[in-house]
């Protein structure tokens, strides 16, 4: 059974930074396109950074371009997304994603990824 889980959403102030963690399990990390996502109260939920199957590419939304980075660690299988310098308007749940067919999943509809974690909360406060 595939499942994601992330951990380490919090409540901090802006300017500093956070590690966000997305633990697999049920399928083998790098055979597939994984993310990280986001949604704030009333706003759509928008790609924020994403690991392309394959070619291993990788993705920013324009807004955390400089802040943010994804990796992971296939043997420990675990998608990080480091954010520094946060921002209040970075607040939302982040949403660890993952699906097995699509090249890259940050562009995608959301209805069309396979997997998606719980989500973790993020506040940023001024």
């Known amino acids: 059974q595939v499942q994601l889980v992330e951990s380490g959403g919090d409540l901090v102030q802006s300017g500093e930074s956070l590690r966000l963690s997305c633990a697999a399990s049920?399928?083998?990390?790098?055979?597939?396109?994984i993310g990280w996502f986001r949604q704030a109260p009333g706003k759509e939920r928008e790609g924020v950074s994403c690991?392309?199957?394959?070619?291993?590419?990788?993705y920013y939304a324009d807004s955390v371009k400089g802040r943010f980075a994804i990796s992971r660690d296939n043997a420990k299988k675990t998608v990080y997304l480091q954010m520094n310098n946060l921002k209040p308007e970075d607040t939302a749940v982040y949403y660890c994603?993952?699906?097995?067919?699509?090249?890259?999943?940050?562009?995608?509809?959301?209805?069309?990824?396979?997997?998606w974690g719980q989500g973790a909360q993020v506040t940023v406060s001024s």
């Open positions: 690991i392309s199957r394959g070619d291993d590419s990788t």
């Open positions: 994603a993952a699906d097995s067919l699509l090249l890259r999943i940050c562009d995608q509809p959301t209805v069309a990824i396979e997997y």
């Open positions: 049920g399928f083998t990390l790098d055979n597939y396109a």
